[in-house]
């Protein structure tokens, strides 16, 4: 027998995937269903619901916003060279988990499943943070992590919770109530990748080399060979061989910064602002060559964001290498701080060509511009039309 399916909870276009209405329906009878771009949303058995309205009650896209002010700002690294080389950043991520694992807590966050799909994890060994370090850029799964992030709480650990600010909004949201032992954590978040566009571009790639993915050997997406401005995507491959192209040369890069393979959300997302959702931010200092010369030599600059006394109680007691600054000058340059990204006329068809052409061509065909335009060329420019458009103070 067929059962009734529906969303009703929230305008599926605004929809992040969070899975707060996932973490909170009594009767868990909502699943979360990949659509037909690959990202996930959720499908309400209706033959099981009955009505109770608490799915939409936690929807953080319904609720109404108020984050935390930012109450000041770093630049910041980590003194271990080698960790912020593998870091997107300054490697400031690392430091953060290190001290809440120390101090016998847990730590949250994205990392690569066996499939190379990614989705947030519970870490509580410092030998494990490498799962979660580094940026992958393709929208993290919650599955159970808000259910599983809950049960730690209660039972009194530390809990470390990173991600995108719409996934620390949904988790908020999702507890309901304030919790002393809890730290969150956001990005600067210029958009989400789907899942989807990942595994097809794995399989275009694995098709060109005539080899498998070894997946023993973490793929990157911030690989700083070639310098921290200009980083590469890097793939190790069975056999040995690898596949390092620089943003301006690859093709799931190209998809990404040129905005075609974003979540529908992320064009019109509800998490812009200086007034946050996690109790720190971070994010790559994009100008600090100009801000805070001493704290830049390529190799990765985190800009902190201090945004509750409790995110500043954590960054005080971590060993980082820090300048504070003007948080509004300083995340001036950094425009998916506060601005959605424009939806490109032809994203629908460049999600429609995947389905029937190699990841290559439709890519080439979609994403012609020259990376010249993106945001990564223009994170270097600031000014006053940049300072307007902030809803910052
Ligand atoms: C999809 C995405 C878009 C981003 N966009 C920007 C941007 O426009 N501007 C900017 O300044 N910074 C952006 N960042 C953040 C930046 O790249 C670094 O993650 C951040 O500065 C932390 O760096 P780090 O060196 O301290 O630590 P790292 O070790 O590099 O960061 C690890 C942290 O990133 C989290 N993370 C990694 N992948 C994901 C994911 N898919 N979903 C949720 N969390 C994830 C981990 O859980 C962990 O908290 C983005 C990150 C991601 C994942
Ligand atoms: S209304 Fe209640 S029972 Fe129905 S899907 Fe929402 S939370 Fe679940
Ligand atoms: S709670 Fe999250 S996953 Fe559920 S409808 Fe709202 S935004 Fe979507
Ligand atoms: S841009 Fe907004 S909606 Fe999209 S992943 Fe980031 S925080 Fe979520």
Redesign the pocket.
Known sequence: MNKKKNNF?CDIGECTGCHA?FG????Q??SMKPDPEGFLQPE?DLD?????????AVCPVLKQYDGNETLAAFAAVNDDDNIRMKSSSGGIFTLLAENIINRGGVVFGAAFDDDLNVKHIMIDSVNDIYKLRGSKYVQSRIGDAYLTAKAMLADGRLVLFSGTPCQIGGLKSFLGKEYENLITQDIICHGVPSPSVWQKYLEYRQAEQNAKINKTILPEFRNKTSGWYKFSIKLSFCGGSEYIKTIDKDLFMRAFLQNLSLRRSCYQCHFKSLKREGDLTLADFWGVERQVPELFDNKGTSLVLINSEKGAGLFDSVNAKRVETDAVRAVCPNEAAYRSVDKPEKREYFFNSLCTENFGKAVKKYAKISIKKSVYNKIRSSGGRILRAMKLR
Do not use: L, S, T, V
Not at 24 to 27: I, T
């Open positions: 909870i209405c909170a329906c009594p009767e009878c909502i309400i099981r619901c009955i009505g109770c309205g608490k799915c939409r």
